[in-house]
């Protein structure tokens, strides 16, 4: 069978393949229908966040924090997230670290303390910079940005999204 691409600016269409399959091909999930392909929407190029940890130590009295972040794809494509999954190389992460303010459930008066970006190691991991000199208080992170020439952020499957820290410990 033949396939023809035709692209307009308002959407993207495969003649000759089934309208459902078409659509899947350029998102992270498959519409609604009952077909073959809805029922596996995942592919083995979908990346996600596996994990995102804070790296913690001190200077004399200064208190300093990184985020350590590994990145992951459903090699499999079953849509799990799991240990087994190949960890990507090469994918570019953008982190922020954040410092609740003090109305609990409002993020709107939170405080942006820092942003770090870079790649990701032969492990999937990328580890942030300091952020130094931290006041006491609760802090958390999160992956703002994940991407790579060859992947896509199936962000359905990140395990982890703003896991929270407390200095002091």
């Known amino acids: 069978m033949l396939v023809v691409a035709v692209l307009t600016v308002a959407n993207v269409l495969l003649v000759g393949v089934p309208l ?10 498959a519409p609604a229908g009952n077909n073959a392909f809805t029922s ?10 596996w994990d995102l940890v804070f790296i913690s130590s001190t200077r004399g009295r200064n208190h300093d ?14 849509c799990a997230a799991e240990a087994t ?5 090469g994918a570019t992460v953008t982190l922020e670290l954040w410092r609740q303010n003090n109305t609990p459930g409002n993020p709107n008066d939170d405080i942006l ?27 958390y992170g999160r992956v703002v940005s994940l991407s790579h020439p060859g992947y896509f952020w199936k962000s359905g499957l990140d395990r982890v999204t703003s896991p929270t820290h407390t200095i002091p410990h």
């Not at 999954?85 to 190389?89: F, I, K, Q, T």
């Not at 999937?124 to 208080?137: A, E, I, K, Y």
């Open 85 to 89: 999954d190949a960890a990507v190389s």
């Open 65 to 78: 924090e990184r985020l350590r972040v590994t990145v992951r794809r459903d090699n499999d494509a079953d």
């Open 40 to 49: 596996h929407p995942c592919f083995p190029t979908g990346m996600y966040v």
């Open 20 to 29: 459902d399959f078409t659509a899947a091909l350029f998102t992270d999930s």
């Open 113 to 139: 303390v820092g942003t770090d970006t870079g790649t990701t190691n032969n492990g999937g991991q990328f580890t942030t910079d300091n952020f130094r000199s931290l006041p006491n208080d609760t802090y």
